[in-house]
Nanobody
Framework: QVQLVESGGGLVQAGGSLRLSCVAS????????MGWFRQAPGKEREFVSA????????DYADSVKGRFTISRDNAKNTVYLQMNSLKPEDTAVYYC???????????????????WGQGTQVTVSS
């Protein structure tokens, strides 16, 4: 069992930055590829970014590419999402997800993730 706890959300003006963190419980963090998803009101949860078990491979949705950066610190059981140049359309609840796998690669698919955090609200004002 893995518990994920996100933090770092908040209210920011357009063009600003936020850094989300997600801390995972347990000793086997390196067995999990990690992902960030978001859900805006009235919309389905969508993929934002993912990182492989080693941290070598990363992936981004087209809507955030060049603005967001995902990273992980396996010694701290933590994955980060640095969000720059935020836009009002980035407003959503952001969820951290962990997927146990032997793969060396990332995934954009929600069923590939076994565990989810409770979410953290990001609001970008115009």
């Amino acid at each position: 069992q893995v518990q994920l706890v996100e933090s770092g959300g908040g209210l920011v003006q357009a063009g600003g930055s936020l850094r989300l963190s997600c801390v995972a419980s347990g000793r086997t963090f390196t067995m999990y590829r990690m992902g960030w998803f978001r859900q805006a009101p009235g919309k389905e949860r969508e993929f934002v970014s993912a990182i492989s078990r080693s941290g070598i491979v990363t992936d981004y949705a087209d809507s955030v590419k060049g603005r967001f950066t995902i990273s992980r610190d396996n010694a701290k059981n933590t994955v980060y999402l640095q969000m720059n140049s935020l836009k009002p359309e980035d407003t959503a609840v952001y969820y951290c997800a962990a997927g146990q796998t032997t793969s060396l690669f990332t995934s954009r698919t929600r069923p590939d993730y076994n565990y989810w955090g409770q979410g953290t609200q990001v609001t970008v004002s115009s």
